[in-house]
């Protein structure tokens, strides 16, 4: 290969079919011709995509193929809950599934690259992105980052993206891009190694180990280097550390980013940068097609480096079958097969159900029994929505194919007592005197109201930043002209993030977190309201009491001055004057439509040793009249550590079905590796010391006790 052809695998170029930032002024087609283009992002369907690998083989000297890369969140026409949604079900094989449902769609029109699962651990519900990963737990995250990429990938091993159901993964955004400051989008990011690695590097790390195939590098930086320049993250701890052998892209323009960012006089410089750092392929920024082959001559690239990177690219290609036929995922017929199967469409409408957490439910307004002679009232501007359904990142989801909840509870409803009426009280952001008085004059009609409120779906996602996340004001001025009705009121909220829901939690009866469900949003919903399908979703981020509580997250430290929960009123501890420290939903809590009761916690011994097993059971019995699903919890607290440790941890959860009045025992082993961390010396091991445990139904469950030391 000549050195503008190994450039040229270096490069992608963005097709602007769609895009996720600055379209580039770029004109990709003369270097595609020459064989200078490595990926094209952004295009899609089967004679789109034969188009351009056909320009890319026949007019090109080595005829080699180019990768076509999409952001395929949580869906490609089956559009799935949005990934923070879908993480609140626990439920590890549902992700692999639709994961590979997903992967499945796409290979089908052709896309061999997802940009997906993002791993960012999450902290502060103001950022955007919050809605595309999995919460502020790097245990729980790292579970789902292996499910993830495994659902893509066909698996651990790289020989299954031979399968043309398969797609690579690329795990995002690498390193800690949801520590962003003050939740700003694309901020920087301030935080202590020790923090890096304990808290935010794990779930990339079990991406690695899960096979996943490309990285991402983050836009945010790091101790003042930026991602995309470090070699700290892309060279040492990436490839040397923990051996990745695949390649890793800059996201949109990351490289040219680095000259706003401070840290490279111009876009040449930028490319050396990042080159050296580690970066194998440049996402739609046109830097290294520009500039790198400048910086070879004047000796601040080696060829070395260079041919190092084309080689991870050309390896990815070699293994998905397209230099044995770069046409092989190209088939019309089995893309017409495949998109949108009835088999699909039922796995999105149980994750959808199994994603809704019931964070309320006083009066027992959920669920509307079909058996009971009712007027139900829905009011809100998202009874009758299909466009905000699916949420941001849904990939080629038609948004009119979205079950709305107005048609999903009609069609779940028919033929019983239930009667619905229905007024929309005002729009998202607006409302007028009329709207709320035909929406108070309807609710006066009904037994029960059904309130449907929430965000823009464009309200969260990249670029989507919020200093207020509370319900817009014209929402919570129809919830309190309906509080006056005096009528039960169930509030279903439709959202990408954690909202302050203070007011409504203090106000509303009940209160159904039902996030963006995708194309079976509305079947989902209706499942659950019914109660054909007890809620059984827990929380994977925690949900504040106000945004000044921000970031908030249960795996915190201890400061010298704690708040005692047995003395919240003592003064001169780490709390404020104004709110509890607590948040108002805690992470892992959630309700059902029964109850659950945990007891009967024990150890198999009192002490382990580096080379034991600790093996904790306790029985989890259904205390109510309907069967359910508990997600039992167990965390732990190293009490003494040679860094200070996180107030407790996450260690092992099991989600565990019972029918009424059924008691099963649960167990869980944890090993000297489930208790090691980052210490002093940034050598990853577990400390002798005592430890505590709690096994219970949320973060905050602390009923169930035990102690242990480790010799």
């Not at 796409?106 to 997906?116: E, L, M, P, V, Y």
């Not at 299909?386 to 990939?395: H, K, M, S, T, V």
């Not at 996030?515 to 925690?542: C, E, H, K």
Request: proline share 4%.
């Amino acid at each position: 290969m000549t050195l503008d052809e190994k450039i040229g695998q270096m490069t992608q170029f963005s097709c602007n079919w769609g895009i996720t930032g600055p379209v580039m002024a770029d004109d990709f087609m003369p270097y595609l011709k020459q064989g200078l283009v490595g990926s094209v992002f952004n295009a899609s369907k089967v004679n789109g995509v034969r188009q351009l690998q056909k320009m890319a083989i026949e007019s090109s000297r080595l005829h080699i193929p180019i990768l076509f890369g999409l952001d395929v969140i949580h869906g490609y026409n089956t559009i799935f809950p949005i990934p923070l949604a879908e993480a609140c079900s626990w439920n590890l094989n549902l992700m692999k599934q639709t994961a590979a449902i997903a992967a499945q769609e796409a290979a089908s029109d052709g896309i061999n690259w997802t940009f997906a699962p993002m791993v960012d651990i999450a902290r502060d519900a103001r950022w955007g992105r919050v809605m595309e990963g999995a919460g502020e737990d790097p245990y729980l995250g790292s579970l789902i980052a292996k499910a993830r990429v495994e659902g893509f990938q066909g698996g651990k091993d790289w020989r299954s993206l031979r399968n043309l159901n398969t797609v690579l993964a690329c795990c995002k955004h690498f390193a800690a891009y949801g520590a962003a400051e003050s939740g700003k989008d694309y901020n920087s990011a301030e935080l202590s190694e020790n923090t890096l690695r304990n808290f935010y590097l794990p779930p990339y790390e079990a991406a690695q180990k899960a096979g996943v195939a490309t990285y991402m590098a983050s836009f945010n930086e790091i101790g003042g280097v930026p991602s995309t320049a470090s070699h700290f993250l892309m060279t040492d701890i990436l490839r040397k550390e923990w051996g990745f052998k695949g390649f890793v892209v800059t996201d949109y323009t990351g490289i040219n980013e680095l000259v706003a960012h401070g840290v490279a006089k111009d876009e040449k410089q930028a490319g050396e940068l990042a080159v050296n750092a580690g970066i194998d392929m440049d996402m739609t920024g046109a830097v290294f097609i520009k500039y790198m082959k400048k910086s070879v001559a004047e000796g601040k690239v080696s060829i070395a480096t260079i041919d190092n990177a084309v080689r991870h690219i050309l390896e990815m290609k070699f293994i998905l079958g397209l230099f044995d036929d770069p046409f092989r995922y190209l088939d019309e017929q089995r893309s017409k097969d495949t998109q949108m199967r009835p088999a699909f469409m039922e796995t999105a409408r149980q994750t959808s159900a199994q994603s809704i957490v019931l964070l309320k439910n006083d009066k027992d307004v959920f669920p509307i029994d079909k058996e009971k002679a009712l007027t139900v009232a829905l009011i809100g501007p998202f009874v009758k929505d299909r466009i905000n359904l699916n949420g941001e990142w849904a990939g080629l989801g038609d948004r009119n194919k979205s079950v709305s909840l107005f048609d999903a509870l009609l069609e779940k409803y028919k033929g019983t007592a239930i009667k619905f009426i229905d007024a929309e009280g005002c729009n998202i952001t607006d409302t007028d005197q009329n709207k709320i008085t035909a929406a108070v004059e309807t609710a006066s009609k009904a037994d029960v109201v059904l309130a449907v409120m929430g965000e823009d779906y464009n309200w969260s996602g990249e670029a989507a930043s919020r200093s207020n996340i509370q319900l817009p004001e014209a929402q919570i001025e129809v919830l309190k002209a309906l509080k006056k009705t005096g009528k039960p009121i169930g509030l279903i909220v439709m959202s990408g993030r954690p909202l302050d829901l203070s007011w409504e939690d203090q106000n509303m009866d009940a209160i159904m977190e039902a996030w963006f469900l995708g194309t079976q949003s509305g079947n989902g919903l209706a499942d659950v309201i019914s109660g054909d399908y007890n809620p059984s979703g827990r929380l994977v981020m925690s949900f504040p009491r106000s945004v000044g509580q921000l970031p908030i997250y249960y795996n915190h430290k201890n400061t010298g001055r704690p708040l005692s929960s047995q003395h919240p009123d003592e003064d001169y501890k780490s709390k404020y004057i104004d709110s509890p420290n607590s948040p108002l939903y805690p992470f892992g809590f959630g309700l059902s439509y029964t109850t659950f009761h945990i007891d009967n916690v024990k150890l198999n011994k009192p002490v382990i040793t580096m080379n034991d097993k600790l093996v904790v059971t306790a029985d989890v019995q259904n205390t109510g009249k309907r069967d359910g699903e508990s997600v039992v919890q167990l965390y732990v607290r190293d009490l003494v550590g040679s860094v200070t440790r996180p107030v407790k941890e996450l260690k092992g959860f099991v989600k565990v079905a019972l029918k009424a009045g059924e008691k099963k025992q649960v167990s869980f082993t944890i090993t000297t590796d489930d208790l090691a961390f980052y210490g002093l010396d940034m050598k990853k091991k577990a400390e002798p010391g005592d430890f505590k445990l709690w096994i219970g139904q949320s973060s905050a469950d602390e009923s169930n006790e035990a102690s242990f030391t480790l010799k």
